[in-house]
């Protein structure tokens, strides 16, 4: 069975227009579904509405019980709860939940040599049921970057990670397509050149872009996880922007996107 | 097969211990069941801390914007997933939605003769896909007092008529037991007597205490919800205090609590 996973990021939630036209996209797309969703500015904003500043040691963002109380609010309350309302709106039955519920996403605590993280979560395992659930009643499950730790905690977690672990968990029963959107058009090959796309990528071709500097930055993280999703059955993953996901199903030797395969 | 459906209030959920206890006890229920919470004072303390100040029109909250958005983040993400987060360490399988996520309860904005109440939720009907889709899986759903619009609009929506709604909603197929859980020990003979609990009232008892005065105030809409689900298919359905839940369930003949039968 074809299943699309689609993981959209935090800057095309803070765009209401495009999030708006990139919900009609993903709503008419055909069969099985998921979307992932990451933050957003929101939470910066109403962290600061609060009058909580950001806990920032060693240039990193820490997620302390404050922060986390306010991840919680915005990305598995606020965020999580308007994607649903308006997917519902265009015809898609959606359901919020998060790596949290149903077990789905077991984690634990980061523990790190030397930066205390402080409630953010590194995923231990996968418990596909209320997946199955929610699928086999043709309801498409929204999930919000968010797990627990099995002792009553909850923890702040990567969206791309929840993605991609959960497209490697269902891969052995589904024919998976996993589409990272984001603000880009894709891959770039130098970064001030927006339609200068890397359109198709190897495996095995990642690392030299690595290391020549071709990926660098916040796209390291995330073709990492794109390498573990290759790596565990996942046969394409595409990256593009949130409004070329149509184009990028429906046609994918269109050359929208940076597609990666094995 | 047997349901047990627990609207936990508000009250308790503002006591961390109280609700500890409650939670233990819920976990500890064998079969299905489904727990539907209320909001708290969270919201409010929420909303003074980002300085918006209670929208109130002639002695009513109204939920305006700013207020819809408050009660989204803090009933459907907040509280929600953190009754989860407590639950899935007792070993209860739980998953948080609303009432919107799987349109699981369809509603309309409220419309009054003289007040506008804001974004409040009138329920029009029920899907069961949703909690189909988790019972089946052996998880358990909490449900948190959002509905949508049906174009794209969260709504907040009374927990108690939740609870009713799903409990008639599903009485075709299970034989259920609806348990409202508060801060008192039943419904009272005198408001300042806590212990002097009114153990058994049949439906057409009901109207005879509502002109007496016996049953007043914020019980009046409480003890609606319960009267509309006796109609409606629920064969017993008891009001108790959050700790007493396991004493009601696992003695029904030990007098705790107030038991409204048909």
Redesign the interface.
């Known amino acids: 069975m074809q299943l699309t996973l689609v993981k959209i990021g935090g800057h095309v939630l803070d765009k209401q227009d495009t999030l708006d036209d990139f919900l009609s996209q993903f709503a008419d797309v055909d069969g099985y579904k998921i979307l992932v969703h990451g933050g957003g500015k929101k939470a910066s904003a ?1 962290s600061s ?3 909580i500043p950001p806990n920032i040691i060693d240039g990193r963002r820490i997620t302390d019980e404050a922060t986390l ?1 306010i991840v ?7 965020i ?3 994607l ?3 997917l ?2 265009l015809g898609c ?6 790596g ?4 789905l996403l077991p984690a634990h605590k980061r523990s790190h040599p030397t930066i205390d993280f402080g409630w953010v979560g590194d995923i231990d395992g996968f418990n596909p ?2 997946l ?3 699928l ?4 498409t499950p929204v999930v919000a970057p ?1 797990t ?7 923890l702040n977690t990567n969206a791309d990670t929840i993605a991609s672990s959960i497209a490697t968990g269902l891969a052995r029963r589904y024919a998976i397509t996993l589409v990272y959107c984001f603000e880009q058009k894709g891959l770039l090959r130098d970064i001030d050149r927006p339609n200068d796309v890397i359109t198709g990528i190897k495996e095995h071709e990642i690392q030299p872009l690595i290391d020549s500097g071709v990926i660098s930055g916040g796209m390291i993280p995330k073709v990492h996880n794109i390498r573990e999703s290759l790596k565990n059955g996942i046969k394409r993953v595409i990256l593009c922007h949130a409004l070329d996901l149509k184009k990028v199903l429906s046609d994918p030797d269109s050359g929208t996107g940076t597609i990666f395969t094995l």
């Not at 949290?100 to 077990?103: F, I, L, Q, T, V």
């Open positions: 109403i509405e609060m009058g109380e919680t609010m915005v990305y598995g309350g606020l999580n709860k308007n649903v309302a308006k519902l709106s039955n959606a359901a919020g939940i998060s949290a519920d149903g077990n049921g209320i199955d659930g929610l086999a009643n043709i309801i968010l627990h730790d099995g002792n009553g905690h909850l």
